[in-house]
């Protein structure tokens, strides 16, 4: 885990030099750990973070800043300033009408298009509005923009590959997804040059090898795809319906819509699962912010010492004794002010209560983004399968089981990242020769399902929906 830094309120960034070294020594630890030699090595597949980019010189490699993160606040005023410009109620306008004269989805999108802090779009406007060294590059085609798999594929070919998958550039919000291209329209609209963006690739394909000074061998790369999708692809969610909930720094809700592209909205964005060949599959995501970022945080103030823990002191105590927890320590989608707080304090509040405060907060999000999937999306919903290192909290798994009264299978491995990853490079090598094969390797380690009725947790959740209300703006 490389270390955030934080230069500034609300900045979050990642050095590329420490996210380079510590990518290197991963590798050279797990193939060690394994008992292998990195001749022995078939393909290598790169799972990274989404929406985290950085822009660097084209001839020198010289990065011109740190990793923006996808966390990154920055961008909150031009966002602010952008959803409420009437150049965006115009477009609004202009799309509406010819959604309606052509009933076409790719028309549906951009007519409710609005900017949130997460998207790299706003962020990579700023670089070229701030960074006077990256504007001046780009006006002579020198200057390059890649999210982190970019960056490490880049570096791990010395210079010589340039290029993403589908799967990262769909989460980037500059790339349409309809046409499967760099969006000229909106970088245009945000002054972003076009010169700038790396050439899109199949998520699983040999994108070239590791320069053999690396690792002592050249080791092709067999698949570059985005965290998330990694994660569906490792889960088996290969079928229209099935769903994958991630739940990690942040969580993510994840709805395979087959052939089928559903427009932005409400809350969920159309992205690019995975491209094999002639097989591209969507997806349809809802995000929530913070929620091993606040568990961590819990941690790091001494709430409780092992995260191990926090299951049983939730589940100890009845309820949370009208304590609310509202995330917002990063970013929200829909409101980049959200005042993270606890509501409801008492001089009868003790730790567990806070700490089931938090995890409640989770849960309680979960139903809200289940709850909208089911009211906007037209696909039966299928399996449920969850992963990240909060699945392994058993009371926000049930809670959420018995909120959305779905059963939600947990697999053994809630690593699903590194093993979808591994699973593309594996079909583009040759070592799967289908997803059959690869569907007879999930292992399930628990299944959680409904055991209490909505109704019981009612008053807490109308609590909870009260205090995210005052936590606004």
């Given at each position: 885990q490389v270390e955030y830094l934080y230069?500034?309120?609300?900045?979050?960034?990642?050095?590329?030099?420490?996210?380079?070294?510590?990518?290197?020594?991963?590798?050279?630890?797990?193939?060690?750990?394994?008992?292998?030699?990195?001749?022995?090595?078939?393909?290598?597949?790169?799972?990274?973070?989404?929406?985290?980019?950085?822009?660097w010189h084209k001839r020198t490699g010289k990065p011109f800043h740190n990793f923006i993160s996808w966390q990154d606040l920055r961008s909150a005023e031009l966002v602010n300033s952008w959803n409420k410009s009437f150049l965006l109620?115009?477009?609004?306008?202009?799309?509406?009408?010819?959604?309606?004269?052509?009933?076409?989805?790719?028309?549906?999108?951009?007519?409710?298009?609005?900017?949130?802090?997460?998207?790299?779009?706003?962020?990579?406007?700023?670089?070229?509005?701030?960074?006077?060294?990256?504007?001046e590059a780009a006006k002579k085609n020198d200057c390059c923009f890649g999210t982190v798999d970019t960056w490490l594929l880049y570096r791990l070919t010395k210079g010589s590959v340039f290029a993403t998958d589908y799967s990262n550039a769909s989460a980037t919000g500059i790339f349409e997804p309809f046409m499967k291209c760099w969006n000229p329209t909106l970088?245009?609209?945000?002054?972003?040059?076009?010169?700038?963006?790396?050439?899109?690739?199949?998520?699983?394909?040999?994108?070239?090898?590791?320069?053999?000074?690396?690792?002592?061998?050249?080791?092709?790369?067999?698949?570059?795809?985005?965290?998330?999708?990694?994660?569906?692809?490792?889960?088996?969610?290969?079928?229209?319906?099935?769903?994958?909930?991630?739940?990690?720094?942040?969580?993510?809700?994840?709805?395979?819509?087959?052939?089928?592209?559903?427009?932005?909205q409400m809350g969920l964005y159309p992205l690019i699962g995975w491209k094999i060949g002639e097989e591209v599959v969507y997806l349809t995501e809802g995000c929530i912010s913070d929620i091993g970022t606040a568990i961590k945080w819990a941690q790091d103030i001494h709430l409780f010492t092992n995260v191990d823990e926090t299951a049983e002191m939730a589940q100890n105590i009845v309820d949370s004794q009208g304590v609310c927890f509202v995330p917002g320590f990063q970013l929200?989608?829909?409101?980049?002010?959200?005042?993270?707080?606890?509501?409801?304090?008492?001089?009868?509040?003790?730790?567990n209560h806070l700490v089931r405060a938090i995890l409640e907060s989770v849960a309680f999000r979960n139903k809200q983004i289940y709850d909208i999937i089911v009211k906007k999306l037209r696909i039966p919903l299928q399996t449920i399968r969850a992963d990240g290192g909060v699945s392994n909290?058993?009371?926000?798994?049930?809670?959420?089981?018995?909120?959305?009264?779905?059963?939600?299978?947990?697999?053994a491995n809630a690593d699903m990242s590194s093993l979808g990853a591994a699973f593309?490079?594996?079909?583009?090598?040759?070592?799967?020769?289908?997803?059959?094969q690869l569907k007879?390797?999930?292992?399930?380690?628990?299944?959680?399902?409904?055991?209490?009725?909505?109704?019981?947790?009612?008053?807490?959740?109308?609590?909870w929906l009260q205090a995210m209300k005052r936590s606004l703006h």
């Amino acid at each position: 885990q490389v270390e955030y830094l934080y230069p500034r309120a609300g900045w979050v960034e990642l050095d590329p030099e420490a996210l380079w070294n510590q990518f290197v020594g991963v590798i050279k630890e797990a193939v060690q750990a394994a008992g292998l030699h990195m001749r022995q090595i078939a393909g290598l597949g790169i799972s990274t973070q989404r929406a985290t980019f950085i822009t660097w010189h084209k001839r020198t490699g010289k990065p011109f800043h740190n990793f923006i993160s996808w966390q990154d606040l920055r961008s909150a005023e031009l966002v602010n300033s952008w959803n409420k410009s009437f150049l965006l109620k115009v477009i609004h306008v202009i799309f509406t009408v010819l959604h309606f004269l052509t009933g076409s989805d790719r028309y549906l999108a951009p007519s409710f298009l609005t900017f949130s802090t997460h998207q790299t779009s706003l962020k990579l406007s700023w670089v070229f509005k701030n960074i006077h060294e990256a504007e001046e590059a780009a006006k002579k085609n020198d200057c390059c923009f890649g999210t982190v798999d970019t960056w490490l594929l880049y570096r791990l070919t010395k210079g010589s590959v340039f290029a993403t998958d589908y799967s990262n550039a769909s989460a980037t919000g500059i790339f349409e997804p309809f046409m499967k291209c760099w969006n000229p329209t909106l970088c245009k609209l945000l002054s972003i040059p076009m010169s700038i963006y790396p050439p899109v690739k199949d998520t699983s394909f040999n994108f070239g090898s590791v320069d053999s000074e690396i690792f002592g061998v050249p080791i092709p790369i067999m698949a570059v795809v985005a965290d998330q999708q990694s994660a569906m692809f490792g889960e088996c969610c290969f079928h229209p319906g099935d769903v994958k909930l991630t739940m990690g720094t942040g969580g993510f809700w994840n709805v395979n819509t087959g052939e089928h592209l559903f427009a932005s909205q409400m809350g969920l964005y159309p992205l690019i699962g995975w491209k094999i060949g002639e097989e591209v599959v969507y997806l349809t995501e809802g995000c929530i912010s913070d929620i091993g970022t606040a568990i961590k945080w819990a941690q790091d103030i001494h709430l409780f010492t092992n995260v191990d823990e926090t299951a049983e002191m939730a589940q100890n105590i009845v309820d949370s004794q009208g304590v609310c927890f509202v995330p917002g320590f990063q970013l929200s989608v829909n409101d980049p002010y959200l005042c993270a707080s606890f509501m409801g304090l008492k001089p009868s509040t003790t730790r567990n209560h806070l700490v089931r405060a938090i995890l409640e907060s989770v849960a309680f999000r979960n139903k809200q983004i289940y709850d909208i999937i089911v009211k906007k999306l037209r696909i039966p919903l299928q399996t449920i399968r969850a992963d990240g290192g909060v699945s392994n909290n058993s009371f926000v798994m049930q809670m959420t089981s018995d909120l959305i009264n779905k059963k939600i299978e947990k697999p053994a491995n809630a690593d699903m990242s590194s093993l979808g990853a591994a699973f593309l490079a594996g079909l583009a090598s040759g070592f799967w020769t289908d997803k059959e094969q690869l569907k007879k390797l999930r292992r399930i380690e628990a299944v959680f399902e409904p055991q209490k009725d909505l109704e019981e947790y009612r008053p807490a959740m109308d609590t909870w929906l009260q205090a995210m209300k005052r936590s606004l703006h």
